[in-house]
């Protein structure tokens, strides 16, 4: 599947053959470290165990997903709330993968990125995992594991943070691990149903995060083209395929980028790209937010990237626009 690629954050997505979920469960795997960040992975968990309730499994299925709490030697793991959750020792059970494995964070990841036993696990494990997502300081984890050896990637969402500044946007970093979840739904059971998954949990989101395709002949080609282009924008902070995109416009994929270029007088990945910039001008201008923050915000991955962005986009740095910028206001 194709995806708009922007270079942001840090992709780890294999190829596997797509499963049967009415024959097996998809794995997830939830990694935590003690002082994890709770309202994170336990939204994530309510995501995966709702929809197991919505899909209707009959009599005798497996439900679409088997959600795992993890950890390094097992047993109680205490959040940084001190609220403690029950988890299996990561072993030789776990070592053909997960569908999706989510590592979150808290001070404990710190010494686990140090840990050659966790990283070699992680190394192992992620060769046979469909995705790898990280909450927090869990992104430490996986980055001192280093990357798959492997050909098909695809974008992988840094989740949140678990500092000071993150307690004060839980709302906003609980919201990235919900549409990460649902991002799984909607691929593996269907748009309606991630849809239904995110009115019961995060009522009133779900036409944003989760829009169905339009139905045929109520709109024009012109209207579900900015339709999806609105899309793009309210979700622009975190990864957009053109999949997604396609479907909210109710179109295929080749239809969709020929149409959206006709449309919009560039491609889907230029007018993404425009408004993640544009955006991050807008943070550059009107906070003190520290570019690494601003980048994470408007989709673009980190400071170093949105870094080479600006300088081959606009021939100056971050700062360098930030400094302009304000001059010419006090000016």
């Known amino acids: 599947m ?23 469960a998809r794995r997830i795997g939830v990694l935590l470290f003690d002082g994890f960040w709770l309202l994170g992975p336990g939204t994530v968990v309510e995501m995966f165990q709702t929809a197991n309730e919505l899909s209707g499994s009959r009599a005798g299925e497996e439900p679409p997903y088997e959600v795992q709490f993890l950890s390094m030697d097992g047993g109680s793991v205490a959040s940084s709330s001190s609220a403690r959750i029950w988890t299996d020792r990561i072993d030789t059970r776990y070592g053909s993968g997960f569908d999706v494995l989510f590592i979150a964070g808290g001070y404990g990841a710190h010494e686990a990125a140090l840990d050659e036993r966790l990283l070699g696990w992680l190394r192992s494990v992620q060769t046979r995992t469909r995705a790898i997502e990280t909450i927090g300081e869990g992104r430490l984890v996986l980055e001192a594991a280093g990357p798959a050896e492997h050909d098909g990637l695809q974008v992988n969402r840094y989740l949140g943070s678990a500092t000071a500044d993150a307690v004060r946007s839980a709302a906003n970093d609980r919201n990235d691990c919900a549409r990460s979840a649902l991002m799984f739904i909607k691929r593996d059971l269907g748009a309606e149903l991630a849809r239904s998954v995110a009115d019961r949990v995060m009522p009133g989101m779900a036409a944003t995060w989760v829009p169905l395709p339009a139905e045929g002949g109520t709109l024009s080609v012109a209207e579900k083209i900015r339709a999806a282009a609105r899309w793009m924008e309210a979700n622009c902070d975190r ?48 906070t003190e937010l520290p570019v690494d923050k601003i980048a994470r915000r408007s989709g673009t991955g980190n400071g170093d990237r949105l870094a080479k962005i600006f300088r081959k986009r606009m021939a100056l740095s971050p700062t360098e626009y930030r400094a302009r910028s304000r001059v010419a206001t006090e000016a």
Do not use: G
């Open 2 to 24: 194709p995806h708009l690629h922007l270079d942001t954050a840090r992709v780890t997505w294999l190829h596997t053959p797509t499963l049967n979920v009415r024959s097996a």
């Open 239 to 286: 990864p957009v395929s053109v999949a997604d995109a396609a479907q909210v416009a109710a179109m295929s994929e080749r239809n969709f980028l020929r149409r959206f270029k006709h449309e919009m007088q560039v491609t889907p990945s230029d007018y993404l790209l425009q408004v993640r910039l544009r955006i991050a001008c807008n943070f550059l201008t009107e």
